[in-house]
């Protein structure tokens, strides 16, 4: 008794070389890249783990990021309320918004959103 016909090997061979595909596509972090925004206009790219200060034209530090190579977060900002400090890690698909300073910090990567 034959159970599985020749269409059904391949379809079944097709789904998980599909999965693997995505599976791999979604884990693969070397095209992350974090933008640092400044007033709505490119400050700098976190590619490489490190401190970024940010400064304004006058050359004062308003904030500093913190890239560990995954998370990007602010440790230290000059905004009286530090909610940007308070929001914490992002990841990718993330966003940190510092109103008073006008800076944004987000992922260029898109994270699937399942509902």
Request: aromatic share 8%.
């Amino acid at each position: 008794m034959k159970t599985f016909k020749k269409i059904d090997v391949f379809l079944i061979l097709a789904v998980i070389l599909i999965t693997v595909f995505f599976a791999l596509k979604a884990n693969n972090r070397e095209d992350e890249i974090f933008l640092v925004k400044l007033d709505g206009k490119i400050y700098t790219e976190l590619k490489k783990p490190g401190d970024y200060p940010v400064k304004d034209k006058e050359g004062k530090i308003l904030t500093i990021v913190h890239y560990d190579g995954e998370n990007v977060w602010v440790t230290d900002s000059t905004c009286p309320l530090k909610i940007c400090e308070k929001t914490g890690k992002i990841k990718r698909g993330g966003k940190i918004i510092c109103v008073p300073n006008k800076i944004v910090i987000e992922s260029q990567t898109q994270e699937l959103q399942t509902w």
